[in-house]
């Protein structure tokens, strides 16, 4: 009779079948990535699969680490790992520890050789670096006529400035004939004498997004006189006419933000420029205003009839000055007049006739003082108020006191 099994035994017995199998322990699949989902635990789930079968995969996340790309549907990549059973479900799956894009490890060997070089010839310097004009006219855009990289970038740039004129050559951007037509592309906008460049297109896979990192192009783009945005693949993609081009931006449509300014934000920047400058020009007039009106007192005191009228008041002045102290002279002299002459008056021989007093004086006229002046016989003659008299001396006394 034969041995009846349970699930769990049959599961347990298959797994370890494929453990101890060294082969699929450690395994190399290459295939097609399908129903990729990014689990919030951090693991990845996908199916890899080619034309006629698939297999289901798991990448934990602590395999993650060494994952440089983020998985998407249709990618071709080599799956490095080990084959498994998980018990619970009866299902085998590849565990993946390690993924690379299938044919990349010789493109990324091209592509670090072509960095490196162009590195030393100095065309990714900083200083051969064209600065993004702040306000543009006209805006080149070099990428596929159709597609999302060429929608973004319009309704974008349109969004933000509706004033900017967008000129877009149609380039191919993927196969043999991408890199002549990029090329193109630049020298076809450059004669336009666009402001400024984009040159770019959506994501893919490296060799899909390979024109972008030959020689040629970061060379036309390094000797293009018009600044270049580079804006190629998503924001994990780097190619190297990142490098070269003047600014990277992450996607097409951060490219259009980068080359176009927000026109609202120009208006406002606009207004305060006008506010300041019309604050700026009023203050400036004010100022020479004042030192006109300086300048003009100044004219005015320097001409000469001003001069003469200055001079005129300084001889009112000088005149007024000399009449007020030849009356303060004069009436000092009046007042010391008005003394001496009373003082006189109280001396006048006239004022003691007045008083009744006489004068007396020899038939000469010299004045007699003393009694011992005269003699007997003498002819005298004393004045009197009213007149003079004439007189004899008949006789002296001496009056003692």
């Not at 769990?8 to 453990?19: D, E, G, L």
């Not at 592509?111 to 993004?132: D, S, V």
């Not at 000129?167 to 990029?182: C, M, T």
């Not at 010299?366 to 004045?383: A, K, N, P, Y």
Request: charged letters at 25%; one cysteine or more; a positive charge.
């Amino acid at each position: 009779m034969k041995n009846i099994y349970s699930v769990t035994q049959v599961n347990s017995y298959i797994r370890n079948m494929f453990t101890q199998d060294f082969m699929l322990q450690s395994i190399r699949v290459r295939g097609e990535i399908s129903n990729c989902k990014y689990h919030s635990s951090g693991h990845i789930y996908f199916t890899l699969k080619d034309a006629k079968a698939a297999i289901a995969c798991v990448m934990f996340a602590g395999s993650r680490s060494g994952l440089a790309f983020r998985l998407q549907e249709g990618q071709q990549v080599v799956v490095d790992g080990g084959m498994d059973v998980y018990e619970r479900d009866g299902k085998y799956q590849l565990y993946a520890r390690a993924i690379t894009r299938d044919g990349t490890g010789q493109l990324y060997e091209r592509f670090e050789q072509l960095k490196r070089e162009l590195a030393e010839l100095g065309m990714f310097a900083e200083e051969y670096k064209r600065p993004i004009p702040e306000i543009i006219r006209t805006l080149g855009v070099v990428t596929a006529p159709t597609g999302a990289a060429v929608r973004d970038i319009i309704q974008i740039a349109s969004r933000r400035n509706p004033y900017v004129q967008m000129i877009l050559y149609p380039a191919i951007v993927q196969g043999d004939q991408a890199v002549a037509s990029i090329i193109n592309g630049i020298h076809a906008l450059t004669a336009f004498s666009v402001d400024v460049i984009i040159v770019g297109r959506g994501g893919g896979s490296i060799e899909d997004l390979w024109a972008f990192n030959e020689r040629e192009v970061a060379q036309a783009i390094f000797d293009c006189p018009v600044p270049i945005i580079s804006a190629v693949g998503h924001e994990t993609d780097t190619t190297i006419a990142d490098f070269a081009a003047d600014l990277r931006a992450p996607t097409p449509s951060a490219a259009a933000e980068l080359a176009v300014c927000e026109f609202s934000r120009l208006e406002e920047k606009m207004e305060e420029y006008a506010t300041a400058l019309y604050r700026g020009m009023m203050g400036r007039c004010e100022r020479y205003r004042r030192r006109a009106e300086m300048l003009g007192a100044l004219l005015r005191g320097g001409s000469p009839a001003g001069r003469l009228k200055q001079n005129r008041m300084y001889l009112m002045r000088l005149e007024e000055r000399l009449q007020a102290s030849m009356r303060r002279q004069l009436d000092g002299k009046r007042h010391i007049l008005a003394l001496y002459t009373e003082k006189l008056r109280g001396l006048s021989p006239l004022d003691k006739l007045s008083q009744g007093f006489s004068w007396v004086t020899d038939e000469h006229g010299r004045g007699i003082r003393d009694v011992d002046e005269t003699r007997e016989g003498q002819l005298l003659v004393i004045h009197m108020k009213n007149g003079i008299v004439h007189a004899r001396v008949e006789g002296k006394d001496r009056v003692i006191r």
